[in-house]
């Protein structure tokens, strides 16, 4: 059989790598080319992902070493017994790709993930080796987001943690038991391990006190990637291990992936893939413990199915509820209390809260600071506007949930 051309490697692997929903170039430290020394930047934010095969340009090359893998995940197309057409790079191809990308700038990093070669250890030296010929060899400044494989020597990761940006070891599901039946060569206790010690190796960078935008070591933080949908946890479950990852490891972000059904795979997984909306309502119920001051038991004791609604957001649905605790006077409320109004985001309720030192806002005021008056009107108080019997309406949740998206129908 002929050997692959390194164009058809990179439609095998950037394919691969699709699956893996880890990956955003945020909060990382300031570094750039601009005096003339060194290649790339982390400058220009908020871009990520991934390459396409058929060469639209996305901000990080995002492929995998290899797509060989020893281990047998069932939930994994790559896995040991799946029928793909497999690929590897060596490493001076990824390096090559990922230089000659930039200079072309269609990237402006990479994300490097593989399937495990012969062993944690092999893997983990031959992604460093990526990072260390591309930071030490070319003086590549662009953001590096490596995976940390669980089991792989300290030594190694610690090693990678210096040259990368970020770091994410996947916690892969939700319950152990899950991890256990379907990726039976993945231990959750190392998995967690491996988590612990990156979390002490970046307190420890912290500890030293140097701006965050000046650590060497993973500057960017640490993050995982949870599979939604592949076992019956519920909503509720999966939230609350993202709420003992985020206090127990200090992560960054939780992603949460959903479930792709693969081909040829065990009979103990669900034919049909979970809706898409489900996981975008856990990155909002997500986004709630994070930045609106929402605690996990909150949330959860909205669901008492365990899993949230899929026809309104998370925070809509949890106003519904307490309908008593509206509405929220907008030129008197405290900040944590506007948090918890539907419609208004945090960089809304700032501008609330800067715009009310000078003036009494008016339901005008509001329409320029947030996206949509429609959501936030019933919940509110200004100096123009009072909902009156507006919220105690049964109809209130139907009329401010978005419809679902129109799905087309089929032809035949
Ligand atoms: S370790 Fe498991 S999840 Fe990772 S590539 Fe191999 S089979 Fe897939």
Not at 111 to 130: N, Q, W
Not at 215 to 239: E, N
Request: glycine content about 6%; charged content about 25%; overall charge positive.
């Amino acid at each position: 059989m002929a050997a692959k051309t390194i164009g058809e490697k990179l439609a095998v692997l950037s394919d691969a790598a699709k699956y893996d929903a880890s990956c955003a170039s945020s909060g990382t430290k300031r570094r750039q080319s601009a005096k003339g020394t060194g290649i790339g930047s982390t400058e220009g934010s908020g871009i990520c992902h991934a390459y396409a095969p058929d060469g639209r340009c996305i901000s990080l090359l995002k492929i995998l070493l290899t797509n060989f893998c020893v281990f047998d995940c069932a939930y994994c197309v790559n896995r040991s017994s799946s029928n793909v057409e497999r690929a590897r790079f060596t490493v001076e191809e990824v390096v090559r790709l990922t230089l000659s990308f930039y200079r072309r700038n269609y990237i402006e990093g990479l994300f490097l993930s593989s399937g495990i070669i012969r062993s944690p250890d092999h893997t983990m030296e031959e992604i460093l080796r990526v990072a260390r010929s591309l930071r030490e060899t070319h003086d590549f400044r662009g953001y590096i987001h490596l995976k940390a494989i669980p089991g792989a020597d300290q030594r190694l990761i610690e090693e990678a943690g210096r040259h990368a940006d970020r770091l994410s070891v996947n916690i892969e599901l939700p319950v152990d038991a899950s991890v256990e039946r379907l990726a039976p060569e993945k231990k959750p206790a190392v998995i967690r391990r491996t988590m612990g010690a990156l979390r002490a190796r970046i307190e420890e960078a912290k500890d030293r006190g140097a701006d965050p935008k000046e650590r060497t070591f993973v500057p960017a933080g640490q993050s995982t990637q949870m599979i939604v949908g592949a076992d019956a946890a519920t909503d509720a479950t999966i939230l609350t291990k993202s709420a003992t990852l985020y206090g127990s490891y200090g992560l960054k972000r939780v992603y949460y992936s959903a479930f792709s059904p693969i081909p040829d795979t065990t009979s103990a997984l669900p034919a049909t893939k979970p809706p898409l909306m489900r996981e975008h309502r856990l990155y909002q119920a997500d986004w709630l413990m994070r930045f609106y001051g929402f605690e996990l038991s909150e949330i959860a004791a909205g669901l008492p199915d365990g899993m949230l609604p899929l026809d309104m957001d998370p925070k809509l649905a949890w106003a519904l509820a307490h309908r008593d605790l509206f509405p929220v006077d907008v030129n008197r409320a405290d900040r944590e209390r506007l948090l918890r109004v539907p419609g208004l985001g945090v960089k809304s309720v700032d501008r609330i809260c800067r715009a009310r030192r000078h003036t009494r806002l008016r339901l005008a005021d509001l329409a320029r600071v947030c996206r949509s008056l429609e959501p936030v009107r019933p919940f509110v108080v200004a100096e123009d506007w009072h909902p009156g019997g507006l919220l105690d309406r049964s109809a209130l949740g139907p009329t401010l949930a978005k419809p679902a998206r129109p799905v087309q129908l089929s032809l035949f």
